[in-house]
């Protein structure tokens, strides 16, 4: 059964370049995915993006981009090499996070749950991939904060070579877990309000200088 790996960059640009590096390690673009936050709108979906009703929990229909289209263009915007810019691109919003832009299996897996109606959001996705509480609870929440996460599906005896590539540049989640509590925060809220534009800049500025 493959395991599967994630990892938080604090910018898109890191985690482009370690999905190339995967490519370049021979795994297949279909084993892995890419989900970004796009509150400030840093990529514009094109006309051909579609118009969904997104359920959240709590609340009531709301009305998000679904976002299901193909192109090179498209997965160049998120940092996808050209065979993962085949893949269906997702747009959608989530549950305390907002609005993120995605390719790959786990961003199709938000999108599926968002047309259903499931609750759960990316919380309740990376569980279902077999990520920890814990750790789910901290890459989710950094992805709230302006974060991208990269998630890759490997065979057992390929986690000893994927997982370097995946380190690099990486967010070291302890730390950034300590960082979170150190301002109060306990636990990824899906009913939180979601970080504005403004907010997500600063806080990528933040772990950037």
Known sequence: MPITI???YDSYADAR???????????SPSETSVISNNSDTWYEPTESTKIVPLRTQGTRSKTARDGKFEGAAVGAAIGATAATAASLVTMVALPGIGAVVGVGWLAAMLGSMAIGGVTGGLLGALSNAGISEEDAHVLAEGVRRGGTLVAARVPPAEVPRIEPIMNKSAVKLQERCELYRRSGWQAFDPNAVPYTA?????ERALHTQ
């Open 198 to 202: 403004d907010q997500v800049r600063n």
């Open 6 to 8: 994630c990892r938080l």
């Open 17 to 27: 370049r370690v999905i190339i590096a995967l490519e370049v390690a021979g795994l």
